[in-house]
């Protein structure tokens, strides 16, 4: 099975390159190089767009965020006052 791999493989290397692919590496750098100013273009777009959205989120949270007044009975998950602790949860009804 190798052996016919490698000499189809052989046989393709000597054949002589088809005429459009021989143009096929200067066709696709040409491409490349037109493509470079729309490139640019799109960086612009996205910075633009990802400076909005910095600003939106930075005057969402400091203009329409009120403090949160802090809660003087707060839980402490490790406290045996814990409505969920285990010694209440075994105590049952008492």
Do not use: K
Request: aromatic share 4%; glycine share 10%; no cysteine.
């Amino acid at each position: 099975m190798q052996d016919d791999l490698d000499r189809a493989l052989a046989r393709l290397a000597a054949a002589p390159v088809h005429a459009r692919l021989a143009d096929l590496d200067a066709g696709v750098l040409i491409r490349l190089a037109g493509d470079a100013g729309e490139a640019r273009r799109g960086y612009g777009i996205g910075a633009v767009s990802a400076v909005g959205a910095l600003i939106m989120g930075i005057a969402t949270s400091t203009l329409l965020a009120a403090p949160e007044p802090a809660r003087a009975g707060a839980l402490a998950p490790f406290a045996s006052s814990a409505p969920f602790a285990p010694s209440t949860l075994l105590e049952g009804d008492r």
